[in-house]
């Protein structure tokens, strides 16, 4: 008797395990296996057919024959490819691309275990070191808005009204993988950038020669904050004057 009550609990036991194990595999298998996560933080209207934003064109190459997965905490949908290519629009500014960016790294749809990540977004350059439609790779990220600020009033006539935080700089800078920087180069070095006549004439309105060159594939600092930084003297003056 004790022989056949402890066999029948050896096979239930044996059962259920077996249902565990076939469920996680199951499990395991449902999950989107992620090659290539691209990530933008704004899009202006649709994602196809109106004026592009930071995702429109990531989508029409990618995206175009996926459904929307939807993901609990994230801005808006995620789109993957039978490819392993996935992409999304995070949001806009720090905490909300971040809060997006964590709720779909933790989302039981998707394996991340050997993934890239491409955060693609528009940004602009001191017209000394870049031109428009310069592509540029990231070897540092910084983060400038932590800090402290005052009002103008409060300091000296035309000193700077914002210095960073001292002892922070763990957290408020980060240097990129330098070896998949260098892959990332040779990738992309014989990429031949668009251009427009409308923009070269643009260009001339500048004087550096860095900014009235012809766009390139560049690499350097990116600077990362939730302001928007507007040239009210300077080469913004002339161009609009000129």
Request: aromatic share 14%; proline share 4%.
């Amino acid at each position: 008797m004790f022989i056949k009550k402890h066999f029948f609990h050896l096979s239930i036991f044996t059962m259920i395990f077996m249902f565990c194990s076939n469920a996680q595999a199951e499990t395991h298998q449902d999950k989107i296996q992620v090659k290539v996560f691209i990530a933008a933080m704004f899009e202006i209207g649709e994602n196809s057919g109106d004026k592009a934003g930071e995702f429109q064109h990531w989508y029409n190459q990618y995206f175009t024959d996926s459904k929307p997965i939807k993901v609990e905490g994230a801005h808006s949908p995620v789109y993957c490819n039978s490819e392993g290519v996935c992409g999304s629009v995070l949001g806009m500014g720090k905490v909300g691309s971040s809060a997006s960016m964590q709720a779909i790294t933790l989302s039981p749809k998707f394996d991340f275990s050997k993934s890239y990540f491409v955060l693609s977004g528009v940004a602009g350059t001191p017209p000394s070191k870049g031109t428009i439609g310069d592509v540029s790779w990231a070897s540092w990220l910084v983060d400038y808005d932590l800090g402290h600020r005052w009002k103008a009033e409060e300091g000296e006539k035309g000193a700077p009204t914002f210095t960073p935080r001292k002892g922070y700089e763990d957290i408020r800078r980060y240097q990129l993988n330098s070896e998949l920087l260098k892959w990332n180069l040779h990738l992309s070095q014989s990429v031949a950038l668009k251009d427009s006549k409308e923009a070269s004439a643009y260009r001339m309105k500048y004087p550096d020669a860095a900014a009235q060159r012809s766009p390139a594939i560049t690499v350097g600092t990116h600077m990362t904050g939730d302001t928007f930084f507007f040239m009210v003297q300077g080469y913004l003056t002339s161009a609009i004057h000129s």
